[in-house]
């Protein structure tokens, strides 16, 4: 009778042990769900504000519509890929498209603020000035929702891969998840734009 006790008492805590992992899971998975959908909303402040900066500087540029088009391609492709990351933010695949895709819409960025600089009448207008601040200063949100979505990721996958955790991981086929990263060092750069 006494063994029986104990052997009951062994299966219910490695029971207890399996759900709290399944939960922890859960929980871990969700924080950096969240953390994705702060940078999708940044993300789509970034993208309507785009648009505007582009009619904006239209009329000044109008020699430089090739650099407009980049912009607006690049920022197309972006959104594109944010709809299709924001369906599975898990989805590894998903997330470097989106890391992709903002890179490149970075770069067209800082080739329009490049190109910009030719213009003093494009820089001294308030509404381009309004629009840039509006746009740098949203490049600052989506830089520290960045950073806490992946540092929910990074939480999700150290605790996935713990041994026995990646045991049940497996059996409940809870993946491995890409941090957001930017690709290349010249991304990494913040354009030096000066109006």
Not at 46 to 52: S, V
Not at 98 to 103: C, I, K, M
Not at 146 to 152: M, P, S, T, V
């Amino acid at each position: 009778m006494g063994t029986t006790v104990i052997g009951l008492v062994v299966i219910a805590a490695v029971v207890l042990y399996l759900v709290f992992i399944y939960n922890r899971l859960v929980s871990l998975r969700n924080e950096f769900k969240n953390g994705f959908a702060q940078i999708d909303v940044q993300l789509q402040r970034r993208h309507d504000l785009i648009p505007n900066l582009v009619e904006a500087a239209k009329a000044y540029l109008a020699h430089e519509k090739t650099t407009l088009t980049q912009v607006m391609e690049a920022r197309n492709n972006a959104v594109s890929a944010q709809q299709d990351a924001a369906g599975d933010p898990g989805d590894s695949t998903r997330i470097q498209r989106l890391g992709s895709a903002e890179n490149l819409l970075t770069k067209a960025l800082a080739n329009f603020y490049a190109v910009a600089e030719n213009y003093p009448d494009l820089k001294a207008n308030e509404t381009i000035q309004q629009l840039m601040e509006e746009l740098s200063s949203t490049e600052n949100r989506v830089a520290f929702a960045r950073q806490a979505y992946n540092d929910g990721v990074m939480g999700y996958n150290t605790f996935r891969e713990q041994f026995p955790n990646n045991l049940i991981a497996g059996f409940f086929a809870f993946k491995e998840t890409a941090q957001l990263q930017l690709e290349s060092p010249e991304a990494r750069q913040a354009p030096k734009v000066s109006f």
